[in-house]
């Protein structure tokens, strides 16, 4: 009988040239923490050297994990409207037009941010048991939950206000329900309301087919450990996180791999960027 483990766990990043440091960290840090488990990831791009590509693949190949890069189809026409908007790069709409340029054969796929950190397996979110619905992904709630009413007036949703960095996303559905023009359309209505563009059409537009999935297993937001351990009364300490959390994701800004960065989560961050800087530095 064939092992479950001998199919590869889908995975999409969709970067610029900024962010290829920080995805060879992420990389590393899910080929560590996921040792016997086979991944693929794949990389939609559309203004990436073939040098970077290239050193990407080798990267991947050093330490057992294929590597895939896609350039975006050119029969995808991004309006001035979404371009321009707070100045977000286009690979950001990427994620949610995945389905279009992935190959048909992928069925499902997990969405990374190339800002997070992966400390435990991710198999559990893989075999994750959609329910119907088109994507999984995580609410960061915070102590009360007045950002997600804030969002519901800004946006007119009746849903949570999901973080669009780690999603469990079904591409079938995608490929029938994701539309260019629906996104353009949104955008143009809402223009003026739009803070994170991606996320916030996510929102609009998917909210209802969105699975809630626990931010603290999957979407831990590195900036908020005070917060996730006074909700808990406690529990939520270092040794849990370490014990029970697969993805931390340093959202926001300054990023941990920048001098300004004092989260309690950085020297974490940093020890797995010593190791991928000293891997990539050694001859093969």
């Known amino acids: 009988m064939e092992n479950i483990n001998d199919q590869p766990i889908e995975i ?53 994990i294929q590597v895939e890069a896609l350039a975006m189809n050119a029969d995808f026409t991004f309006p001035e409207s979404l371009l321009n908007l707070h100045d977000y790069p286009q690979e950001m709409y990427f994620r949610l037009l995945s389905g279009k340029i992935l190959p048909s054969k992928l069925h499902r796929i997990i969405y990374l941010d190339p800002d997070i950190l992966v400390i435990n397996s991710i198999r559990p979110l893989w075999d994750l048991d959609l329910q119907g619905k088109m994507f999984a992904a995580a609410v960061h709630e915070g102590l009360t939950d007045i950002m997600s009413s804030i969002n519901n007036i800004r946006l007119g949703t009746t849903t949570a206000y999901f973080n669009s960095g780690i999603m469990l ?13 629906d996104l353009t359309d949104a955008i143009n209505e809402h223009h003026d309301t739009l803070i994170l ?74 020890n797995y960027q010593q190791m991928t800087n000293n891997l990539t530095k050694a001859k093969k």
Not at 42 to 50: A, G, L, Q, R
Request: proline share 4%; with cysteine.
């Open 12 to 64: 999409l990043v969709t970067i610029d040239q900024n962010y290829i440091k920080p995805l060879e960290v992420m990389i590393y840090s899910l080929k560590l923490n996921n040792l016997e488990q086979q991944m693929r990831i794949w990389i939609i791009y559309d203004n990436i050297s073939t040098s970077a590509l290239t050193a990407l693949q080798n990267f991947g190949q050093k330490i057992g």
């Open 169 to 181: 996303m079904d591409l079938d559905q995608m490929r029938q329900k994701v539309k260019l023009d």
């Open 197 to 270: 563009p991606d996320q916030d059409i996510l929102n609009y537009l998917y909210g209802e087919d969105i699975l809630q999935i626990p931010e603290t297993q999957w979407n831990y937001d590195a900036r908020a450990y005070s917060v996730y351990l006074t909700r808990s009364a406690g529990e939520y300490n270092l040794e849990w996180v370490m014990q029970n959390t697969s993805i931390l994701h340093f959202c926001g800004k300054p990023k941990p791999w920048q001098k300004e960065n004092h989260s309690r989560f950085k020297a974490l961050y940093l």
